[in-house]
C-alpha cells in the first residue's frame, strides 16, 4: 500500500476542510475483527475528487452525499472521491481485523486468565484499519465515539462517557479537535482507579491480571501526574486543555508510550509485578511526564507534517525530562538523560543514515517512522536544552506560551516556533536553527592544555571539530569544570560556562581566565551537560579518570566522564580493556543506580563485538567481579543491589552460583529472587547451555503471564541447541500468527556471542531471508525484528560483504534497510577495533 505522501497532504488539506468524524463500532462480532461505521462530515472545493484512507478486511458500503459508491473502487488503502460539493456527507462501513502487532486496533488475550483485551494505535496512519480517515496531521476535527462491548466490558475513549453505558453500549462526547493519529480507545474487563487534581478527572486502567500491581502503585503514579499537571500548566501558562487524563497501560505496545489527548497508552510493562530498580521508577515518571508534554506540544498544537515530527518528541523529551526533575522526586533525570538518553543520540547521529533534527522535507509517512529514533529524541531535547541556555529561559517559554496562544487545536511548523522563539527573544535564531537543526553529525570538544613549570595553566584551549564529511562548526555554551583531589576526595573548585563562536575563533576557544590558575586534577568539558558534543580531555585529565571518577560527588559529572570513556572506546582510540578497568575501579563505589545500569549495558555491547573471542570471557569476569564488589557494598533491598544482581547474572559463566540462586542457595541477603530475576537467571543459564527445555518448561508452569510467556520464548531461542535455534528462527522469519513481542523476544534470544559455531549458518540465512520475512510485518516490527536478529557478533569482513550485497537491492522494505546500514556500520567500527 503506498504511504501518504507530503506533497499529497498538502494538496488534499487545500481541498478539505473536516467538520466531524462520527464513528461506531462493533466489537461483539468475533475474535477476527470488528464492524466499523463512520460518518465524515466534510467541506470541499466544490467539483474536487480526492481520496479517503481504510485497511478493511471487507468494505461493505459506502454513501457519498445522495450516492452509494462501489466498494470494488477501493485500489490498495485509497478509495477515491469525486465530483465533490461544498458540503459532503461521507459514510463507510466496513469489516476491519484486529491486529496482533500493535498497530490499529490490537487483540491480546491474557495467558493468565484467558481474558480478552484490546487497545487502539492510530499513530502515524493507522486509524485507516480501525475507521475510514483523511488521515494526516493536518485535518483535525472533532470525534464523536460509540462503541458495542461485551456487557461486562469497560471502555474508554479520548472523549469523556455521554451517558452511563447501558448494556455493552458506550457513547462519548464529542472531543475537541483532533488529529487522526490521536483516536484511541481500550475496550476489555479493564481493572482501573480513579482520582481527581485541580478539577481534572484522573484514571488508570490496566489488565485484570495486573490489578493488584497497578494497585500498589497507584499513588506513585497518581503523585507524578498530579505534579506534573501542575507543572505544566504554571510553564506554559495555560490549563490543560482535553478535558480528563487517562493513563491506561496496555499489553504488547510498541512504543513506551502514546499521547493520545485524554487516554494515554502505556506500555503495561510500567506496571512492575517483580521488583525494580529506582531508575525503572524514574523512567516511568518521565514517560508520564513526556507524554503529559505532548498534550500541548503535538497535540494541543500539532505538526502540520512529519518532517517536523522533532517539534512533537524533541520538546516532550526536553520538557519530559525537565518536569520530572523539577516537579517529582526524580530530580536526577538530568543524569539519566545524559547517561542513557544522549548515548542513543550520539550513536544515530554518527551513523551513515543520520539526519537533521529538522530535515526540511519528509517525502512520506513511511519515511516518518524511520526517524523515530535518538536524532529526534535525544539530540533534539539536547538541542532545545542548549537553546535555553543560549536564549534564557524566561524567553523561552514566553516563545512557548505565544506560539500554543497563537496555534492551539491547529498546526504549525519549523518556522512558526521560530518565529515566536526570536520574537520573545529579541534574537534572530535562523543562523542557529541552520546549524543545529538543519545539518547533521556532531561536533567534538577537545581540551587542550599547556602548563607551566608551577603546575599552572598556561593556555587552555577548546578546540572543536567536525567530521570530514560534514564540516560544520557550531555554537556552544559549555560548562567547564575544574575539579581537586584533595585526599580521596574530589572537589569541584569552579564550573564557567564558555560560549564556543566558532564565526569568531574558527572552533578554537582560548579560555583565558583560566591563565595562571592552579592545573585542576580534572578539567571537564560540558560540565553540566548543556550542550550536545562528543567530549575528550586533555591528557592529564584522562589519565586522572580512574582515581578521580570514583570520588566525583556530582553523579551528572561521572555521567559525562562514563560517557566520554565509553564513547572514546566506541571509536576506537581506547581499548575496552581501559573500560573493564574503569569499571573495577570505579562501579563497585557508585552510588548512582543508573550509572550502574548503563555502564553495563553500553560496555557489554562494546565488550561482546569488539573483543576477539579468546578474550572476551576474561573480560565478562571482570565485570562479574565489579559487579559482586558492589553487590556486597549495596544496601540490601535497595535498587543498587537489584542492579548489581542483574549484572553479575548476566555476565557470570558460573552455573553453579546461578542454579543456586534459583534454587535459594547463597542468595545475598535482601535480594528478593522474584519472577523476573528467577527468569534471568534461566536466561543466563539457558545461554551458557546450562539448562534447557524441562527446566524452561516449568518455570513457565510456575508464571503462566504474558511476561513469563515472553521470557520463556527469549530463553527458548537462547539455548544452544540445533533444533532450538531453527524453531526460534521460523518464528522470526516466517510466524504472523505470534504477537509482535513474541517474535522481537525469539529475535533477542537467538544470537549469542558464545554460540558462534551454532549460528553461523544463519548469518548467511539472515541477509538471503530478511527481505521476504520483513514484507510479512508492518513497518514498526520489520524494522525492530531486521535489527534484533541481525547477526550484530559475527564481526567479519565477509559479513560486511554480505550486507553490502543486501543494501545494494533496490525492493527492500525501508525498515530492513535502515536496520541493516546502521548494524553494518556497528560492524565496521568493531573490526577496526579488533584491528
Ligand atoms: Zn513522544
Known amino acids: 500500500m503506498r504511504s501518504l505522501t507530503r506533497t499529497e497532504a498538502a494538496e488534499r488539506a487545500a481541498l478539505l476542510t473536516v467538520e466531524s468524524y462520527t464513528v461506531d463500532l462493533d466489537l461483539t462480532s468475533g475474535e477476527s475483527g470488528f464492524r466499523s461505521s463512520v460518518t465524515i462530515r466534510f467541506r470541499a472545493t466544490p467539483g474536487s475528487a480526492t481520496f479517503v484512507e481504510l485497511k478493511p478486511a471487507r468494505l461493505l458500503a459506502v ?44 487483540r491480546f488475550v491474557d495467558p493468565a486468565d484467558g481474558e480478552t483485551y484490546l487497545y487502539a494505535m492510530s499513530f502515524l496512519d493507522d486509524v485507516q484499519r480501525i475507521f475510514a480517515a483523511f488521515d494526516q496531521p493536518d485535518l483535525k476535527a472533532p470525534v464523536t465515539l460509540a462503541v458495542t462491548a461485551p456487557p461486562k466490558w469497560t471502555v474508554a475513549a479520548n472523549g469523556v462517557p455521554a451517558r452511563e453505558a447501558r448494556d455493552g453500549r458506550w457513547e462519548f462526547a464529542p472531543t475537541a479537535p483532533l488529529a487522526t493519529y490521536f483516536v484511541s480507545l481500550i475496550a476489555g474487563p479493564y481493572h482501573s482507579r480513579h482520582d481527581e487534581h485541580d478539577g481534572v478527572p484522573l484514571a488508570l486502567y490496566c489488565r485484570r491480571s495486573l490489578a493488584e500491581h497497578l494497585d500498589a502503585d497507584a499513588d506513585e503514579i497518581f503523585t507524578v501526574t498530579k505534579a506534573c499537571l501542575d507543572r505544566f500548566q504554571e510553564l506554559f501558562g495555560m490549563r490543560y486543555p482535553f478535558g480528563k487524563y487517562d493513563q491506561a497501560f496496555v499489553p504488547e ?22 521488583a525494580v530498580t529506582d531508575s525503572q521508577r524514574e523512567l516511568r515518571a518521565t514517560t508520564i511526564a513526556h507524554e503529559m508534554a505532548h498534550m500541548w506540544f503535538g497535540d494541543l498544537v500539532t505538526m502540520r507534517w512529519w518532517d ?61 517512522l524511520l526517524n523515530f529514533d535518538g536524532i529526534s529524541y535525544a539530540k533534539g531535547a539536547s538541542v532545545l536544552r542548549q537553546l535555553v541556555a543560549w536564549v534564557g529561559d524566561d524567553a523561552f517559554l514566553a516563545g512557548l506560551r505565544a506560539y500554543f496562544d497563537a496555534h492551539r487545536f491547529g498546526n504549525a511548523t519549523l518556522a512558526d516556533l521560530l518565529a515566536a522563539l526570536s520574537a520573545s527573544s529579541g534574537r534572530d535564531l535562523s543562523g542557529w536553527a541552520e546549524l543545529w537543526l538543519r545539518r547533521e553529525q556532531v561536533n567534538t570538544v577537545r581540551a587542550e592544555v599547556t602548563v607551566d613549570g608551577q603546575g599552572r595553566y598556561d593556555e587552555v584551549v577548546v578546540v572543536q571539530t567536525a567530521p570530514s564529511t560534514h564540516p560544520v562548526l557550531r555554537p556552544h555554551r559549555i560548562g567547564l569544570g575544574l575539579y581537586d583531589r584533595i585526599g580521596a576526595d574530589v572537589v569541584l573548585r569552579e564550573r564557567i560556562e564558555v560560549d564556543l563562536d566558532p564565526s569568531v575563533d574558527n572552533g578554537r576557544t582560548l579560555v583565558d581566565r583560566l591563565h595562571g590558575q592552579p592545573a585542576a586534577s580534572l578539567l571537564l568539558l560540558n560540565d553540566g551537560d548543556l550542550t550536545f558534543a562528543k567530549v575528550r580531555l586533555d591528557e592529564a585529565s584522562a589519565a586522572a579518570v580512574p582515581a578521580v571518577l570514583p570520588g566525583l560527588a556530582d553523579p551528572l559529572a561521572r555521567a559525562v566522564l562514563w560517557g566520554e570513556t565509553t564513547d572514546a572506546v566506541r571509536d576506537a582510540e581506547r581499548p575496552v580493556a581501559d573500560l573493564v578497568a574503569l569499571i573495577l575501579a570505579a562501579l563497585p563505589v557508585e552510588t548512582e543506580v543508573i550509572v550502574v545500569e548503563d555502564v553495563l549495558r553500553l560496555s557489554r555491547t562494546l565488550i561482546d563485538r569488539y573483543l576477539e573471542p579468546v578474550a572476551r570471557p576474561a573480560a565478562l569476569e571482570h565485570v562479574a567481579q565489579a559487579c559482586e564488589r558492589l553487590l556486597a557494598a549495596a544496601p540490601a533491598g535497595g535498587s543498587l543491589q537489584l542492579a548489581a544482581a542483574r549484572g553479575l547474572i548476566a555476565a557470570s559463566a558460573d552455573t553453579v552460583r546461578l542454579a543456586g540462586w534459583l534454587n535459594g542457595k547463597d542468595v545475598p541477603a535482601g535480594l528478593v529472587v522474584d519472577a523476573d530475576l528467577r527468569w534471568a537467571l534461566v536466561y543466563r543459564l539457558s545461554v551458557l547451555g546450562a539448562t534447557g527445555e524441562p527446566e524452561i518448561a516449568g518455570e513457565l508452569a510456575g508464571d503462566r503471564s504474558a511476561t513469563g510467556a515472553e521470557w520463556a520464548a527469549r530463553c527458548r531461542a537462547a539455548v544452544p541447541d540445533p533444533a532450538a535455534k531453527e524453531r526460534a528462527w521460523q518464528v522470526i522469519v ?79 522494505d525501508p525498515g530492513l534497510r535502515r536496520a541493516v546500514t546502521d548494524a ?7 573490526l577496526t577495533a579488533r584491528g
Open 824 to 830: 553494518d556500520d556497528d560492524l565496521g567500527r568493531a
Open 63 to 106: 454513501r457519498l452525499n445522495d450516492a452509494a459508491l462501489d466498494p470494488a473502487t477501493l485500489a490498495g488503502n485509497r478509495l477515491p472521491l469525486t465530483g465533490l460539493r461544498a458540503e459532503n456527507t461521507l459514510t463507510v462501513e466496513a469489516e476491519m481485523a484486529y491486529s496482533n502487532t500493535g498497530e490499529g486496533l490490537h
Open 308 to 368: 517536523d515530527l522533532w517539534l512533537n518528541e524533541s520538546f516532550a523529551e526536553y520538557m519530559g525530562t525537565r518536569v520530572t526533575a523539577e516537579a517529582t522526586r526524580f530530580d536526577r533525570a538530568w543524569t539519566t538523560f545524559g547517561m542513557r538518553r544522549k548515548a542513543w543520540g550520539y550513536a544515530a547521529d554518527q551513523r551513515p543514515s543520520t539526519h537533521p533534527v529538522a530535515p526540511q522535507e519528509v517525502a512520506d509517512a513511511a519515511q516518518a
Open 734 to 812: 516466517a510466524d504472523t500468527s505470534v504477537s509482535n513481542r513474541l517474535v522481537e523476544a525469539n529475535a533477542e534470544g537467538f544470537w549469542q556471542p558464545e554460540q558462534a559455531d551454532l549460528t553461523g549458518p544463519y548469518v548467511a540465512r539472515y541477509f538471503a531471508e530478511m527481505p521476504a520475512a520483513a514484507r510479512l510485518r508492518t513497518a514498526w516490527v520489520a524494522e525492530r525484528v531486521a535489527n534484533l536478529a541481525f547477526p550484530h557478533y559475527a564481526v567479519a569482513a565477509s559479513t560486511r560483504l554480505a550486507a553490502a550485497a543486501l543494501l545494494a537491492r533496490d525492493d527492500l
Open 253 to 274: 505496545f510498541n512504543a513506551g508510550a502514546m499521547e493520545n489527548p485524554g487516554l494515554v497508552t502505556i506500555r503495561d510493562d510500567y506496571i512492575f509485578r517483580s
